[in-house]
Each structure stands twice: as C-alpha cells, then as structure tokens.
C-alpha cells in the first residue's frame, strides 16, 4: 500500500513537472511572440475605469492577444498590474505582449500636433481650433472676453498672447488646454526677452513690446530685416512720429478689408490707424514669433525713419523723406513720378 502511494506521488510530481514545465515554456514563448496585429498596425484607447484584466480580455475577445492571462502574470510579476494608464495608443507590426505593457504602463500614447503660424491673429487660431477634430471643443461660439475669462485672464485682450509654435498634445485635450498652454509659453518667452532687453526703449512693458513684435511680423518675412525694421519704429517712437504702418490699419479694418488700402482708408481715424495716430496700437495685431519678439527688444541701430518693399520681399530703407519719396517711385511706381502721398502727418 505504501509503495502504491509513493508510486501515485511519483507519477503526480513527474506529471506536474511536466505541465509546469509545459507552462513555462508556453509563458516565456508568449513574451515573445508578437501579438496578432495586421497590416501597419492598430489603435487601443485605455479609457478611465478599464483595468488590465479588462483590456486583456477585450484584446482576446478581438483575436489579437492569445491567453490573456499570461498578460496579467507578467504584470503581477513586474508589479504594474494596477499602473496602466489612460489614453489612445498605436501598436505597430511585430509588437509583443512585453512591449505592449511596457507602452501602457509607461504612458506612450498618441500625440497629435497643431501649429500656431507666425502672423495669425487671434481669429485665425480660433478657427484653427474650431476645425481641428483632436481636440474637444468647449469654446463654442463663445465671444473673445468669455474665452479670455475661461482662461483665467479676465479682461486681457487676445490678440498676440498665443505663442506661435509646434504643440503635441493627446487624444481628449480641450481647445482651452490648447490655449493655456500656448498663452503660458507666450508669457514665457516674452518675460524672457524682455528681462534681456538691451537699453532704453521708448516702450514701458512687455506688453507694449510685443505689440510691437506684432507689427514687425506683419511687415516682414525676412529674418535678415526684422531688427532693421524694429529700429525704424523705435526711432519714430522716440522722435514723435506716428508709425505709419498699413498692417495695423489692416487690423482695424477687420472683415472689410478686401486686400486693397485706399486713402480714405488711411484717413479714417481708428485706435489701429498708425496713419492718424501717434505711438503704438492699442493691443498687438497679431501673434508675433520669437524672432519678431527678440528683434523689438534689440533693435538695429541706424538713422533710418522709412522703408518701403522693393516687390521681391525685402525693403528699401530710407533716412530722409526724400530718399524715402524717391524708392517709393522706383519700386512702387516702376520708375514713373506721379502724385502719390507719403501721409505726412498734419500738425
């Protein structure tokens, strides 16, 4: 009876080594062998209240993960088991169950990207976002000051506080996360320069510098001009002359410019017409980069009070009114003198 049992025990004991034996190889052949994925791979979203449990059955119900339960055995063994986190995921051609946890667990997911374009205004990014399908919308038809108080800056123009840059962000992100962090990296850069500012300038606070960042975006593309041409305005600023510069009078217009300044445009007094108006706008016309920003801040020296385009992108920069007269003749009217105004400014 005695060697009977011992021989059962045996047999169990062997019969167990077996299977566990069995198992382990099926285990570690598991971490090894990459999930059922097809074609250039899939998109997981981990939503809030799922467990690892539940995204190891749901993967199985779909035919992509096999024995599920080695899933969770190696996460238990990792102690990750409880440590997966929220969000979209993308799982390329030839991922295994190890690199799929590690991905979760790690938080890897998705991230799309939007840019704020140098030069738009605020009302190009609001349609930007409005359109832009991976982010959740909150803002509705909601008016400038409501978004502004939404952000937390009550009663702060938007016009220029959205730094213009490349920004990543995950699936469920609100248009009004967008937005703060785009005002938080504008606030940033702006003290930034502003703390590196190079001597006196005829403008108080960053905010007034940025302004006029704003107007050196609009005026031009060239890298190579922006600290020229903020030397031009700093120098009129400091000499009393209105800056006279259309793209602010573009701005004040708003919806009716057709593309076309006429000179009743020019004569009509607005707070953005720099035509009619001495010193800086009253807000920025647009959201300046970095390079517009750091050019306002250390502008050209220089004697030079005009510029005007030569047609190719670049400008002509005069120190005389004359000077300036006689480059408006050759690259605005090909060379033909005729009566056009420079809008001297009345006394």
Do not use: C
Not at 52 to 80: C, D, F, H, M
Request: aromatic letters at 10%.
């Amino acid at each position: 009876m005695k060697n009977t049992v011992f021989k059962l025990a045996g047999v169990v004991v062997i019969f167990s080594s077996i299977a566990l034996g069995w198992i382990a190889m099926e285990y570690n052949t598991f971490k090894k062998t990459p999930l059922n994925i097809v074609g250039d791979g899939f998109k997981y979203e981990i939503k809030k209240g799922m467990t690892l449990t539940s995204v190891a059955n749901k993967l199985s119900q779909q035919g992509i993960l096999e024995k599920p339960r080695y899933l969770r055995w190696i996460a238990k063994w990792q102690g990750v088991a409880n440590a997966i986190k929220i969000g979209e995921y993308e799982f390329p051609y030839g991922t295994t169950p190890v690199e799929f946890l590690d991905k979760i667990v790690s938080g890897q997911v998705i991230h799309y990207s939007m840019t704020i374009v140098e030069g738009w205004n605020f009302k190009q990014l609001l349609y930007a976002i409005k359109n832009n399908k991976q982010l959740v919308s909150t803002v509705g038809n909601l008016k400038e000051q409501q978004i502004m108080s939404k952000l937390g800056y009550a009663g702060q123009h938007p016009e220029g506080r959205f730094y213009p840059d490349t920004y990543l962000y995950p699936k469920n992100t609100t248009d009004i996360d967008f937005l703060k962090r785009a005002y938080a990296a504008m606030s940033k850069k702006l003290n930034q320069e502003w703390e590196g500012r190079v001597g006196a300038l005829p403008f108080d606070s960053p905010y007034e510098s940025l302004i006029l960042a704003s107007i050196v975006e609009k005026e031009t593309a060239l890298p190579s001009e922006r600290k020229a041409i903020a030397g031009v305005f700093v120098r009129r600023l400091e000499k009393n002359m209105r800056l006279q510069t259309d793209p602010t009078v573009i701005y004040g217009m708003g919806d009716k410019y057709n593309g076309n300044i006429r000179l009743s445009d020019l004569k009509r007094d607005t707070p953005y017409n720099t035509y009619r108006r001495k010193g800086l706008p009253p807000t920025p016309i647009a959201m300046p980069g970095g390079a517009s920003i750091n050019a306002a801040l250390h502008p050209e020296d220089g004697d030079e009070l005009y510029f005007v385009s030569r047609g190719d992108g670049s400008h002509e920069f005069s120190s005389t009114l004359q000077q300036h007269n006689n480059a408006v003749i050759k690259y605005q009217l090909k060379g033909k003198p005729k009566k056009f105004s420079s809008m001297p400014a009345k006394k």
